[in-house]
C-alpha cells in the first residue's frame, strides 16, 4: 500500500511538474472536470522524490549563515538539516539561479531561521569535502543527532574549515510549528552551562513574522594547555524575518539579525565580537518571468586588547528569470570597507537544457564576468551535466571557476583564535565533481563521489608564537572521494554513514604542506522514535591534520561523540538529557572539553 502511494505521488510530480521545461504552473488555473483525490503523505523527507526543479516560495535571499565550507560542527548539534543542492562554495554571493539540482533532491528549504541548539556545545570548523551546508543556529527543525543529513549535492566544494560566504536561501523542508507560537527551550550543564532558544510566530492574513532569541554560555568550552587553563565562551543572538505575499505573485521580505560573542583568551583577556544585518528582498512574478531585486548591509567588529578592527560590507544584486527558455541573468554588486574592494559580477546561466535524442540527459552553461578592485577581471564558466542511466542510477558530472574576495564576517567573526591578516588577496579556484548515486529503495540512497581542486585557496596556517590560526592564500590541489549511505523509515528510525578520504598537496612549493585538511573523515548516526521517546546517537570522526605548513608534525586524530534520551509528556512539554564526549582539537593546544551532561525541557507556551 505505502509503494502504491508512492508511486502515484512521483508519477503525479514528474507528469505535472515538468521541471526540465521550466513550466511554472500559472498563477490562476482552471478547475478540473473531475476532483480528484487528496493525497497526503507524512513525515518530512522526501529525498527519494525524483523532483529536478520545483515552484518556490519567494522569500527574502538573506544570507544569515552562508554556504560554509564544510559545515562545522562550531555549529551546534542536534537539528535535523534537510541539505539543498550546493554548487561551489564561494564568498561571492549565491544566486538563486545556482539553486539547480544536479539530480533529484527534496525540495529546497526555506532559508532557515537561526536557533540555538538546546545544549550549548559549540565546536570548531572542521575540514571535510563533504558538500554540506549547515543552516544557521536559530532555525525551527526537529532535533536530530551530530551528522546531519547530507541531502543532495551538487560539486564538492573546498575542503577548508573556514566559513566559505555564499549567501544560501532556501524555501524549505523544516518541520515547524503552525502559527501562531511561542516556544521555549533551556538546558543546563555543570561548570554554569546555560542555553534558552525564545521562538515565536505569527501568521496573519498574507503577512508571516518569526522572531527568534537565544543565549548560550560554556564557561568550559575549551582548555588552553600551555597554561593548564580553561576558556569560556558566550554567546547572544536575536533574529527576526517579516515577509509580505507568501504564496503571491509580489512578495517583501525584510530580514535583522544581532549577534554578539565574547570568549576567554589566554592571559586573561578578552575578546569582544559583533555582528549585525539587515536585508530586504522584492520579488514579482509575471506569466513569463520572475524578477528579483536584494539589498543588504552588514557591520561586523572584532576587538580585544590588541586588535580593534571593523567591517562594513554593502551590496545590492538583480535577477531575471525567464520561465519558457529557461534562462536566468544576474548582476551583483558587493563592497567591503575592511578590503576596501568592490566585487561587481554580470552572469548569465540556462540550467535545464534537454536534448530530444536523449531524453535522460540534462546540461546546465552558465558563464559570468566578475571583476574585483585592484585583481582584475575574470570569466567564471560552469557546467552540470546529469545522466539518469535507469531509475536508480544516475550520474553526474560539473565543473565551476571561482574568484572572490573572502568576507571579513566569514573568516574573523565565526572563527575563533584567529588573527587578522590585512592583506588577503582574492580566491581563485576550479573545482570538479563525478557524482554516481544509486537509490536501493524509496527508504535507501548510495552516494559515490569523487571531487578534484585546484588553484589558489584560503587555508588556516598555525602562530606558534601567538598561538592563533591565520589565513593565507596559497596555490594548492585537493583530490578525493566521499561515499554517503542514507536509510530511513519514516520518522521512527533514520540512519546515516559518511566517510571522506583527501589528500591535498601545496602547489607552490613541494617542501610545504597544507595544514588543517585530514586524509580521513567520517560520520555515524541513528535516530529512533517511539511513543514519545526519541533516541539519537552520534559520532563524529576527525584525521590526523597538519597545523603549520612548515611543519611535518600533526595534530592527533579524534572523535565527537554524542548520546541523547528525551521523552515527551503531553502535546506541549519534551525532557531530555544529553552526554557528550569530545577527543578532539579545535587548533594546536586548544582541545575541547572532555564530557558534558546536559539536562533541559522544551515546551510550547501556545
Same mark, same amino acid.
Request: a neutral charge; charged letters at 25%; proline letters at 6%.
Given at each position: 500500500?505505502?509503494?502504491?502511494?508512492?508511486?502515484?505521488?512521483?508519477?503525479?510530480?514528474?507528469?505535472?511538474?515538468?521541471?526540465?521545461?521550466?513550466?511554472?504552473?500559472?498563477?490562476?488555473?482552471?478547475?478540473?472536470?473531475?476532483?480528484?483525490?487528496?493525497?497526503?503523505?507524512?513525515?518530512?523527507?522526501?529525498?527519494?522524490?525524483?523532483?529536478?526543479?520545483?515552484?518556490?516560495?519567494?522569500?527574502?535571499?538573506?544570507?544569515?549563515?552562508?554556504?560554509?565550507?564544510?559545515?562545522?560542527?562550531?555549529?551546534?548539534?542536534?537539528?535535523?538539516?534537510?541539505?539543498?543542492?550546493?554548487?561551489?562554495?564561494?564568498?561571492?554571493?549565491?544566486?538563486?539561479?545556482?539553486?539547480?539540482?544536479?539530480?533529484?533532491?527534496?525540495?529546497?528549504?526555506?532559508?532557515?531561521?537561526?536557533?540555538?541548539?538546546?545544549?550549548?556545545?559549540?565546536?570548531?570548523?572542521?575540514?571535510?569535502?563533504?558538500?554540506?551546508?549547515?543552516?544557521?543556529?536559530?532555525?525551527?527543525?526537529?532535533?536530530?543527532?551530530?551528522?546531519?543529513?547530507?541531502?543532495?549535492?551538487?560539486?564538492?566544494?573546498?575542503?577548508?574549515?573556514?566559513?566559505?560566504?555564499?549567501?544560501?536561501?532556501?524555501?524549505?523542508?523544516?518541520?515547524?510549528?503552525?502559527?501562531?507560537?511561542?516556544?521555549?527551550?533551556?538546558?543546563?550543564?555543570?561548570?554554569?552551562?546555560?542555553?534558552?532558544?525564545?521562538?515565536?510566530?505569527?501568521?496573519?492574513?498574507?503577512?508571516?513574522?518569526?522572531?527568534?532569541?537565544?543565549?548560550?554560555?560554556?564557561?568550559?568550552?575549551?582548555?588552553?594547555?600551555?597554561?593548564?587553563?580553561?576558556?569560556?565562551?558566550?554567546?547572544?543572538?536575536?533574529?527576526?524575518?517579516?515577509?509580505?505575499?507568501?504564496?503571491?505573485?509580489?512578495?517583501?521580505?525584510?530580514?535583522?539579525?544581532?549577534?554578539?560573542?565574547?570568549?576567554?583568551?589566554?592571559?586573561?583577556?578578552?575578546?569582544?565580537?559583533?555582528?549585525?544585518?539587515?536585508?530586504?528582498?522584492?520579488?514579482?512574478?509575471?506569466?513569463?518571468?520572475?524578477?528579483?531585486?536584494?539589498?543588504?548591509?552588514?557591520?561586523?567588529?572584532?576587538?580585544?586588547?590588541?586588535?580593534?578592527?571593523?567591517?562594513?560590507?554593502?551590496?545590492?544584486?538583480?535577477? #531575471?528569470?525567464? /520561465?519558457?527558455? *529557461? %534562462?536566468?541573468?544576474?548582476?551583483? &554588486?558587493?563592497?567591503?570597507?575592511?578590503? =576596501?574592494? @568592490?566585487?561587481?559580477?554580470?552572469?548569465?546561466?540556462?540550467?535545464?537544457?534537454?536534448?530530444?535524442?536523449?531524453?535522460?540527459?540534462?546540461?546546465?552553461?552558465?558563464?559570468?564576468?566578475?571583476?574585483?578592485?585592484?585583481?582584475?577581471?575574470?570569466?567564471?564558466?560552469?557546467?552540470?551535466?546529469?545522466?539518469?542511466?535507469?531509475?536508480?542510477?544516475?550520474?553526474?558530472?560539473?565543473?565551476?571557476?571561482?574568484?572572490?574576495?573572502?568576507?571579513?564576517?566569514?573568516?574573523?567573526?565565526?572563527?575563533?583564535?584567529?588573527?587578522?591578516?590585512?592583506?588577503?588577496?582574492?580566491?581563485?579556484?576550479?573545482?570538479?565533481?563525478?557524482? #554516481?548515486?544509486? /537509490?536501493?529503495? *524509496? %527508504?535507501?540512497?548510495?552516494?559515490? &563521489?569523487?571531487?578534484?581542486?585546484?588553484? =589558489?585557496? @584560503?587555508?588556516?596556517?598555525?602562530?606558534?608564537?601567538?598561538?592563533?590560526?591565520?589565513?593565507?592564500?596559497?596555490?594548492?590541489?585537493?583530490?578525493?572521494?566521499?561515499?554517503?549511505?542514507?536509510?530511513?523509515?519514516?520518522?521512527?528510525?533514520?540512519?546515516?554513514?559518511?566517510?571522506?578520504?583527501?589528500?591535498?598537496?601545496?602547489?607552490?612549493?613541494?617542501?610545504?604542506?597544507?595544514?588543517?585538511?585530514?586524509?580521513?573523515?567520517?560520520?555515524?548516526?541513528?535516530?529512533?522514535?517511539?511513543?514519545?521517546?526519541?533516541?539519537?546517537?552520534?559520532?563524529?570522526?576527525?584525521?590526523?591534520?597538519?597545523?603549520?605548513?612548515?611543519?611535518?608534525?600533526?595534530?592527533?586524530?579524534?572523535?565527537?561523540?554524542?548520546?541523547?534520551?528525551?521523552?515527551?509528556?503531553?502535546?506541549?512539554?519534551?525532557?531530555?538529557?544529553?552526554?557528550?564526549?569530545?577527543?578532539?582539537?579545535?587548533?594546536?593546544?586548544?582541545?575541547?572539553?572532555?564530557?558534558?551532561?546536559?539536562?533541559?525541557?522544551?515546551?510550547?507556551?501556545?
Amino acid at each position: 500500500m505505502i509503494k502504491t502511494i508512492l508511486l502515484f505521488v512521483l508519477t503525479y510530480l514528474i507528469l505535472f511538474s515538468n521541471p526540465l521545461q521550466a513550466q511554472e504552473p500559472p498563477l490562476k488555473e482552471e478547475p478540473l472536470p473531475t476532483k480528484l483525490p487528496t493525497v497526503i503523505v507524512k513525515g518530512t523527507d522526501r529525498s527519494y522524490l525524483e523532483i529536478i526543479r520545483a515552484k518556490v516560495l519567494p522569500l527574502m535571499e538573506y544570507r544569515g549563515k552562508k554556504e560554509l565550507a564544510p559545515p562545522s560542527i562550531q555549529i551546534p548539534w542536534g537539528k535535523k538539516v534537510y541539505y539543498h543542492p550546493l554548487s561551489f562554495p564561494g564568498l561571492e554571493r549565491l544566486e538563486r539561479k545556482e539553486i539547480k539540482v544536479m539530480e533529484g533532491a527534496p525540495l529546497a528549504p526555506l532559508k532557515p531561521r537561526k536557533k540555538i541548539s538546546s545544549v550549548a556545545l559549540v565546536l570548531p570548523e572542521l575540514v571535510s569535502p563533504s558538500a554540506r551546508y549547515v543552516p544557521a543556529r536559530y532555525t525551527r527543525l526537529e532535533a536530530l543527532p551530530l551528522m546531519e543529513h547530507r541531502g543532495k549535492k551538487e560539486l564538492a566544494p573546498p575542503s577548508i574549515q573556514i566559513p566559505r560566504g555564499k549567501k544560501v536561501y532556501y524555501p524549505s523542508l523544516r518541520k515547524e510549528s503552525p502559527v501562531p507560537y511561542l516556544n521555549l527551550s533551556v538546558s543546563l550543564a555543570p561548570h554554569d552551562s546555560f542555553s534558552y532558544q525564545l521562538d515565536y510566530g505569527r501568521q496573519k492574513e498574507r503577512f508571516t513574522g518569526y522572531l527568534s532569541a537565544g543565549s548560550v554560555s560554556t564557561p568550559h568550552w575549551v582548555k588552553y594547555e600551555p597554561e593548564e587553563l580553561y576558556l569560556g565562551k558566550h554567546e547572544e543572538t536575536i533574529a527576526s524575518e517579516l515577509i509580505w505575499g507568501s504564496l503571491t505573485n509580489r512578495t517583501l521580505v525584510l530580514n535583522l539579525e544581532r549577534e554578539a560573542k565574547k570568549i576567554d583568551l589566554p592571559n586573561e583577556q578578552e575578546r569582544n565580537k559583533h555582528e549585525i544585518e539587515i536585508g530586504a528582498n522584492r520579488r514579482q512574478e509575471w506569466k513569463t518571468s520572475i524578477f528579483t531585486i536584494d539589498g543588504w548591509a552588514n557591520r561586523s567588529v572584532v576587538k580585544d586588547p590588541e586588535v580593534d578592527q571593523e567591517d562594513i560590507a554593502l551590496g545590492t544584486g538583480l535577477e #531575471l528569470r525567464l /520561465k519558457k527558455i *529557461p %534562462l536566468d541573468i544576474g548582476v551583483s &554588486v558587493d563592497y567591503s570597507s575592511f578590503s =576596501e574592494k @568592490t566585487q561587481t559580477y554580470l552572469w548569465l546561466e540556462d540550467d535545464a537544457i534537454t536534448f530530444k535524442r536523449i531524453k535522460e540527459l540534462t546540461l546546465g552553461l552558465g558563464g559570468g564576468m566578475k571583476a574585483i578592485t585592484g585583481s582584475g577581471s575574470q570569466f567564471l564558466p560552469s557546467l552540470k551535466l546529469t545522466y539518469q542511466i535507469n531509475p536508480r542510477f544516475q550520474l553526474g558530472v560539473g565543473g565551476k571557476r571561482h574568484f572572490y574576495v573572502a568576507r571579513f564576517s566569514d573568516l574573523y567573526f565565526l572563527q575563533d583564535y584567529v588573527e587578522i591578516n590585512e592583506d588577503l588577496d582574492p580566491v581563485k579556484i576550479w573545482d570538479y565533481e563525478i557524482k #554516481l548515486e544509486y /537509490k536501493l529503495s *524509496p %527508504l535507501a540512497n548510495l552516494s559515490l &563521489v569523487g571531487f578534484y581542486k585546484e588553484g =589558489e585557496d @584560503t587555508i588556516w596556517n598555525w602562530n606558534a608564537i601567538s598561538s592563533q590560526a591565520r589565513p593565507e592564500i596559497r596555490e594548492m590541489n585537493v583530490s578525493g572521494g566521499r561515499l554517503n549511505f542514507l536509510l530511513h523509515f519514516g520518522e521512527a528510525l533514520e540512519q546515516g554513514f559518511s566517510y571522506t578520504f583527501q589528500k591535498a598537496e601545496n602547489a607552490q612549493d613541494e617542501t610545504m604542506v597544507i595544514p588543517h585538511y585530514p586524509q580521513n573523515e567520517g560520520d555515524l548516526w541513528l535516530i529512533g522514535r517511539r511513543n514519545g521517546w526519541a533516541v539519537e546517537l552520534g559520532a563524529k570522526y576527525i584525521g590526523k591534520r597538519y597545523y603549520e605548513e612548515t611543519s611535518e608534525e600533526k595534530l592527533d586524530s579524534g572523535w565527537i561523540e554524542r548520546f541523547k534520551i528525551s521523552k515527551k509528556i503531553g502535546k506541549a512539554i519534551e525532557l531530555f538529557a544529553q552526554l557528550e564526549s569530545n577527543d578532539y582539537d579545535l587548533w594546536r593546544n586548544y582541545p575541547l572539553g572532555k564530557e558534558k551532561m546536559s539536562l533541559g525541557l522544551k515546551a510550547k507556551l501556545y
